[in-house]
């Protein structure tokens, strides 16, 4: 039991060894490894996890199924338990348009010009998705994030949506 216990400590120094502290107002960097979105990533029992969500569960405890771990300061490298909070994939994505970091790349397909937006916004109550899709060389989801402005949103329309 105390190896057990003993090798847990040393996993919580390890990680927090990659940290950059300075006051709890300000955010905590990871300064080791990180993933292609920018994210750091800790190596702990012979897997990757995220490290903002490592540091989370490290002082809140386990994140249940089906929540995300967010960031308060929208920093990837950030991880100071007191800027994470839980939340689902819509207080994500409201979050991102909320403050103004929606990336047009969300979708998936950032090859949309403006007038192709109008027209599939125009035509989405009345073509069929899977039509527009096929016309797009895109898919049905794309179609239909982009006619719902969950992508590409309309100027203005990220302060439309209600929180789910």
Request: hydrophobic share 25%; proline share 4%; net charge positive.
């Amino acid at each position: 039991m105390n190896d057990h216990k003993e090798e847990i400590m040393t996993e919580h120094k390890r990680f927090w060894e990659k940290v950059e502290k300075s006051n709890n107002d300000c955010c905590w960097l990871w300064t080791a490894s990180k993933n292609h979105g920018g994210y750091g990533q800790f190596w702990v029992r012979n897997t990757f996890i995220r490290a903002h969500r490592y540091a989370y569960e490290l002082s809140y405890g386990p994140i249940p199924e089906g929540k995300l771990c967010l960031h308060k300061c929208d920093i990837q490298g950030c991880v100071n338990p007191n800027h994470l909070y839980l939340g689902t994939q819509s207080d994500n994505m409201y979050d991102k348009c909320d403050r103004s970091t929606f990336d047009r790349k969300l979708c998936g397909h950032p090859k949309f010009y403006d007038e192709d937006l109008k027209f599939i916004r125009e035509l989405g109550t009345r073509v069929p998705q899977k039509q527009l899709a096929r016309m797009y060389i895109s898919n049905q989801g794309a179609i239909s994030r982009i006619i719902n402005n969950l992508c590409y949103p309309t100027k203005g329309s990220c302060f439309s949506y209600s929180k789910l």
